[in-house]
């Protein structure tokens, strides 16, 4: 596969950058700002020396997908993803680069929570329940394997840690956070976009085990933020091979951590440089991905 420049860090010349997250490089416009996915790849909370050619218009792209299915359910920050519309002063050249992976979003007030329904029992979800028979703190039915489908899906929310990892918190201490009325209404919400995704991808093969959402205050209505239904923040397996008792085979970036996991390499940074063979073939699950999810071809 003959692959494109990846664009590790994005830079505008006559746009000063606000902030650089793990992902993504956001530009503050005043009352927007401009969200740009770049095309690094984190893996156990460390930015990886390599960047993943197309990972961030891919991202970009579901996510844009999935904000017009969704807007029935609820509102998002979404102002426009078509760079024609940006209405910046942006050379030629940078309105390429950002095309596919930019979006122009209102700026709101971000709901402290994560909001992670888990509808499969897979990642920590798995250990917990190895460990203790249950999933955090939810009682489950005994004799649950790897992989198994839930009774139904399940709320499990956690910190936004600005460094290092997120942790579980219950429902109650989501309360505690953010009143009783907003906790149900993000709960509701997140269960409600996780049934109707999962419903969605199965009846293309693809199974979406569990998934992430941030909610965020714009003129004091709740709204859906960030991304949404990506391979970065989900868990997508193909239903084809689908055999519970085990690790499933993902669309996600979990083949870049299996292969750190295998080198010597004690998850501090600097993390280690990822071969030709491991980014040629990362690149070729997230264009599989967005292929599988949307059903049109990225590139």
Known sequence: M???KAFKEIQLEKIDLFKRGKVRDIFDLGENMLMVASDRISAFDVVLPNAIPYKGAVLNSISDYWFKKTIGVIKNHIVTSNVEEFD???SAEEMEMLQGRSSLVRKGDMIEVECVVRGYLDGSGWSSYRDTGMLFDIQL????????????????PTTKATSGHDEYINFDQVVNQVGKDVADYIKHKSVELYNMAHEEVLKKGVILADTKFEFTYIDGEIVLADEIFTPDSSRYWDSA???????????????????LSEQDWDKTPPAPQLPPEVIEKSVEKYLEAYKRVTGSSLV
């Open 2 to 4: 003959s692959l494109p």
């Open 141 to 156: 039915p005994a004799g649950l394997k790897q992989g198994d489908k839930l009774p139904e899906p399940l709320f499990t």
């Open 88 to 90: 910046l002063p942006l």
């Open 241 to 259: 091979s689908y055999r519970p008792g085990g690790p499933q085979p993902s669309f996600d970036k979990q083949y870049i951590r299996d292969w």
